[in-house]
């Protein structure tokens, strides 16, 4: 993928603006020691504002709420939204004499505004007046007094809102502490739900429209988030705690159009739930799984005075089962079952554990070998740091070298907002968490993904090309990056980079654009997520966001597709691109069709890897951990075989057929014959992009029609000798439905050439009704070995669906020679599709679907098929052999009722030709003259 424009409005840029406010910063303060050179002869001044309750007209997110004017942080900041008149007051609590202000402006300063007071927060009376503010930190000499003291903002010097560090005022009287003398309008708690929960409650007096929580846990990163109401209380649950856990937290609420910010109040987490609740859930020790010996089983529970009581047959214990007095011998496969029972309170949920006796499974367990790097809490910031932009300097390059890393952080805490953990990832790296949930495993810092700029001109800096990297189940609190990328982790990377399953409390920008020009980004798959702060699309062409909750998103560009998103924009596509005027381009689903998420590496609590794989969840909206531990079943690492640079093809068949899982290890593996997965519920898991390749022209690997197979974290390489394809799942013409449980693929990619010379006829089959594709590409390569003629590296198809039922999000396949989509199934659903032709034809007689239709669609339907949804959807053309070679049509599909696609688009990127409809003949041409992007809201 090699994107050649950025054809959308770039919205809010945080940090190039902070670049700007931190010169006049500097430049105000130089002004001020000259001034200080004359002392004034008046007694000094109180601050009165500090911590006082602070009020706004509006605040641009909840990151930046009115309470972070008067905190007497210059690193937090309050923000208004886009327009005008926008005010900030402050209550001192009582009338005060006012006879000084200092405005420390954010670059989005105002030029035009007042200072006013008021005794009642009604009237006012203006003590300040300017027109011609420059920003800055200014300092006003003033005469007033009252009790309520505003900036009225009238006249704006960005595009963007009102924003300030700080709003200081100074005089005599109010009154000391926060919040005013006043009896607040709302009543607040925060209590304890059991061991690890706590839940925060705010009840306005007058009912509000919104309420947003900020919080710091221990200290921590601020997080945000709004409340749920239940009948004019709003509620939210406080997860991951222990004994002694510290919350610092307040509230900003919405009063009859205004928004106020309540004072900061402190809740610590005791060691039981007490006076009601519900019972703590009973863990064991050790977790269940597999094991050659007999285990000595024990249960506890975090409740104070709580009894347990359990089974051993499976069944749900009650308050009649035995009663848990001791350790429980374990010496033959038992599923044990525990409740948690305790006075006043309600019982707790069902804990279950299966351990398995007896059997090794067959796996090597053990090792992951040389290139599987474990990082320990224990480690000091700068080693770390060291070591792990060493590797990422070397990758940053590498793009079809042979290396291969998965960096494992063990669980706890990783740098400080003092001393941060900040490195970058090049290709082939993954970097995971190693605790249960992403809370577990915190970095204070970055994870950073930059442009590459082409021989080191800063005039052609790119990520289009920033593939194959991927960071998964932690916490970043973002801190540490100085200068233009000060406040925001930098995520500029295109196809095959996932992230999933890692909380952003901060800023995140998916576009580097501080390092060089022009920064174009085009692609990117976020999933189970939350993004607490500000999302900066930037350059991003394209992006799909499922079951992420967001803080806010600032722009698109051509296809912006968001799917079970809390906070997600509304939806706004429209026919009118936005580069023309018209709406930004987001295509917004409020929930998730059918989800299962990728499995994952863990350690359980005496160190012992084990994979957990989530439960399929329906019309899902969210992240899978938003109230707790993911649903879903742990294995052992002693249920896989773990593949590494010895292990031979038929080692590895033998350990499938015998029924165990596989775990490839890091590097790049060859084989002679098919890897053939037979057994029902079979996870295959890579770490560090575990890279497949066919030496004898043969199906890489295979999946029966069963139910429960997982394909995650592999890339497929063509080989040398043409393969009929690289992956096949089911059988063709198969009728049996793996609905309760189905086949999942997730982020699998496929390359013919690039790092090899290849071929491949179709390379992706899959025939399983029922399953699940979940960031998925598929890419002929337009660069490196093999590529740039259209007789090598020859690939028909990128992806064939046979399969009834299938859910595909994040889809993208490219350059194929023929059809390069087929989609033949019944019921099939496809949420973000992104596909660019294949640049390399050489001229109109070698592509032409039948006589008379130029060249082949990018995704092609059938007439056979009567019941399809699409949503999202994009085909752009780069044809770059001379010749201008012309697409009848980017999609192709039968007209009829079932069958309907929501936001379609072409774009031509650039050199020849073009695509002549965006689907069957409808949509307007894009070429040279009109580059698009050309929009179909509807089409059936």
């Known amino acids: 993928m090699k994107a050649p424009s950025f054809g959308g409005t770039l919205h809010r840029r945080p940090l190039i603006r902070s670049v700007h406010a931190a010169f006049l910063l500097l430049l105000a303060l130089s002004l001020a020691f000259l001034t200080v050179v004359a002392p004034t002869a008046h007694a000094a001044d109180s601050l009165l504002s500090q911590g006082k309750t602070a009020t706004a007209s509006s605040a641009e997110n909840a990151t930046y709420p009115a309470s972070n004017a008067v905190d007497g942080s210059t690193t937090t900041r309050w923000s208004s939204a886009f327009s005008d008149p926008q005010w900030l007051e402050v209550d001192l609590g009582a009338t005060a004499t006012i006879d000084k202000v200092v405005l420390n402006w954010e670059a989005a300063y105002a030029t035009g505004y007042q200072i006013q007071t008021s005794n009642d927060g009604t009237t006012w009376t203006s003590i300040y007046s300017t027109t011609t503010s420059t920003g800055g930190v200014q300092t006003l000499t003033v005469a007033g007094s009252g009790r309520y003291v505003r900036m009225n903002g009238t006249a704006r010097a960005t595009p963007y809102g009102y924003s300030l560090w700080e709003f200081q005022v100074y005089g005599t009287g109010g009154t000391s502490g926060g919040g005013g003398s006043s009896s607040p309008d709302y009543t607040q708690s925060a209590t304890q739900l059991n061991a690890t929960q706590a839940q925060l409650s705010i009840t306005p007096i007058t009912p509000a ?30 997860s ?14 919405e009063k009859s159009g205004a928004q106020y910010d309540t004072p900061h109040f402190t809740y610590t987490q005791g060691g039981s739930t007490g006076g009601g609740g519900t019972a703590a859930t009973p863990t064991f020790n050790p977790a269940g799984g ?47 079952s525990a409740i948690a029972i305790a006075s006043g309170m309600t019982n707790s949920a069902v804990a279950s554990a299966t351990y398995t006796i007896g059997t090794s499974g067959g796996g090597t367990g053990g090792s992951l070998g040389p290139n599987v790097i474990v990082i320990s809490p224990s480690q000091s910031v700068s080693a770390i740091a060291s070591q792990l932009n060493a590797i990422g300097t070397q990758q940053a390059p590498n793009q079809f070298g042979a290396q291969r890393y998965e960096i494992l952080f063990q669980p706890g805490t990783y740098g400080s907002a003092s001393n941060p953990l900040d490195f970058q990832l090049g290709y082939y790296e993954s970097v995971e968490g190693l605790g249960q949930n992403p809370s577990q495993v915190v970095i204070n810092g970055t994870i950073d993904s930059w442009n590459q700029c082409t021989n080191g001109d800063q005039t052609q800096c790119y990520a289009t090309n920033n593939f194959w990297r991927s960071v998964s189940n932690l916490t970043i609190n973002v801190t540490g990056l100085t200068g233009c990328n000060a406040g925001e982790d930098v995520w500029a990377a295109s196809q095959a980079a996932p992230m999933r399953r890692v909380a952003v409390n ?141 292990s031979t093809i038929s080692q590895i068949n033998a350990a499938l057929a015998a029924g165990n ?97 290849g071929s491949v006829t179709d390379a992706f089959i899959d025939n399983s009704n029922n399953s699940i594709l979940d960031d998925i590409w598929s890419w002929r390569a337009d660069h490196g070995t093999g590529s740039g ?91 770059t052999a001379g010749p201008a070679i012309e697409s009848s049509e980017a999609f192709q599909a039968p007209t009829t009722s079932g069958v309907v696609f929501h936001d379609l688009l072409t774009v031509w990127l650039n050199n020849f030709g073009g695509i002549q409809s965006v689907i069957d003949g409808t949509g307007a041409a894009v070429s040279s003259t009109n580059a698009g992007p050309v929009n179909i809201v509807t089409y059936n």
């Not at 429209?209 to 406080?238: C, E, I, K, P, S």
């Not at 295959?684 to 029966?704: E, H, K, N, Y």
Request: glycine letters at 12%; a negative charge; charged letters at 5%.
């Open 240 to 253: 991951s705690l222990t004994t002694g856990t510290v919350l610092e937290y307040w509230f900003t609420y």
């Open 506 to 646: 901060g800023n995140i920008t998916l576009m580097d654009y501080c390092g060089g020009s022009p920064g174009w980004s085009s692609g990117g798959f976020i999933a189970d997520s939350k993004l607490n702060g500000t999302v900066e699309n930037g350059s991003q062409q394209q992006y799909l966001v499922r079951n992420t909750s967001i803080g806010s998103w600032t722009n698109g560009v051509w296809n912006q597709v968001f799917s079970g998103d809390p906070g997600a924009p509304a939806q706004s596509f429209g026919t009118t691109p936005v580069s023309a005027g018209g709406p930004q381009p987001y295509s917004t689903l409020a929930t998730s069709p059918t989800t299962e998420e990728a499995p994952y590496l863990y350690t359980d609590s005496s160190g012992n890897y084990n994979v957990f794989v989530p439960s399929v969840r329906t019309n899902s909206s969210g992240p899978s951990w938003a109230n707790g531990n993911t649903p879903g079943t742990s294995l052992s690492l002693n249920t896989f075989y773990v593949v590494n640079s010895a």
């Open 209 to 238: 429209a919104y309420v947003d929580v900020h919080y710091l846990v221990n200290g921590g990163g601020q997080q945000n988030f709004r409340m749920t109401n239940n009948a004019g209380t709003w509620t939210q649950t406080v």
């Open 789 to 879: 003629s259209w007789t090598s590296d020859t690939a028909a198809t990128g992806l064939t669906v046979n399969g009834t039922n299938v859910t595909a999000y994040g889809l993208a396949v490219e350059h194929y020679q023929k059809y390069e989509t087929v989609w033949n199934g019944q019921g099939g659903t496809v949420i973000f599709f992104q596909n660019e032709n294949p640049y390399d034809v050489p001229n109109q007689a070698s592509w032409m679907a039948t006589s008379t239709q130029n060249g082949y669609p990018g995704f092609y339907i059938p007439n056979s098929v009567t019941t399809f949804q699409g949503y999202g959807m994009g085909v752009y053309s780069n044809f």
């Open 661 to 757: 899982n596989l775990l490839f290890t890091p590097g790049v593996y060859s084989y002679n014959q098919t890897i053939n997965v037979t057994k029902a519920d079979t996870k295959i898991v890579g770490l560090g992009f575990a890279t497949l390749v066919p030496s004898a022209g043969q199906t890489t690997m295979t999946v029966a029609d069963v139910n429960g197979v997982n394909v995650s974290g592999l890339l497929f390489d063509a080989g040398p000798t043409t393969s009929p394809t690289l992956l096949t799942i089911g059988t063709a013409g198969s009728t049996t439905s793996h609905a309760s449980d189905p086949v999942t693929v997730d982020d699998v990619f496929f390359r013919v050439g690039g790092a090899t010379a």
């Open 290 to 336: 597999s094991y050659t010996t007999a285990q000595s089983v024990t249960i506890s529970d975090a409740t104070s005075g709580a009894s347990i009581r359990y089974t051993l047959d499976g069944s749900t214990p009650t308050a009649s089962s035995t009663l848990y007095s001791g350790p429980i011998s374990v010496t033959a496969t038992t599923t044990v």
